[in-house]
């Protein structure tokens, strides 16, 4: 069992930054992937920026070039920059890690509680 505590939210200004870390009970070096994901209010949760065990990332359309996710292995942390934020960044962030599975699955995902982000305009 791994629990994830997601950290670093709060209520910031359209254009300003927040940087959200979450931080694993034991190590996170054997988990294949990373996540952090978002759910707005009357909306679908969704993925928001994943890396992988070989640094690969991937950033949904709304926020490239704007969020930047990493990892510190020694820290068991992993970290949600987000720069230039606007109102529709608004929702609960959620980090989750999980391992590769047998034909292409997942298995052993594990989740955070989350962390509120709201943008004012």
């Known amino acids: 069992q791994v629990q994830l505590v997601e950290s670093g939210g709060g209520l910031v200004q359209a254009g300003g930054s927040l940087r959200l870390s979450c931080v694993a009970s034991?190590?996170?070096?054997?988990?294949?992937?990373m996540a952090w994901y978002r759910q707005a209010p009357g909306k679908q949760r969704e993925l928001v920026a994943q890396?992988?065990?070989?640094?690969?990332?991937n950033y949904a359309d709304s926020v490239k070039g704007r969020f930047t996710i990493s990892r510190d292995y020694a820290k068991n942390t992993v970290f949600l920059q987000m720069n230039s934020l606007i109102p529709e960044d608004t929702a609960v962030y959620s980090c989750?890690?999980?391992?590769?599975?047998?034909?292409?699955?997942?298995?052993?995902?594990?989740w955070g509680q989350g962390t509120q982000v709201t943008v004012s305009s």
């Open positions: 034991r190590s996170i070096v054997s988990f294949d992937y």
């Open positions: 989750s890690i999980w391992r590769r599975g047998p034909m292409g699955t997942l298995r052993d995902k594990y």
């Open positions: 890396i992988t065990d070989l640094g690969s990332t």
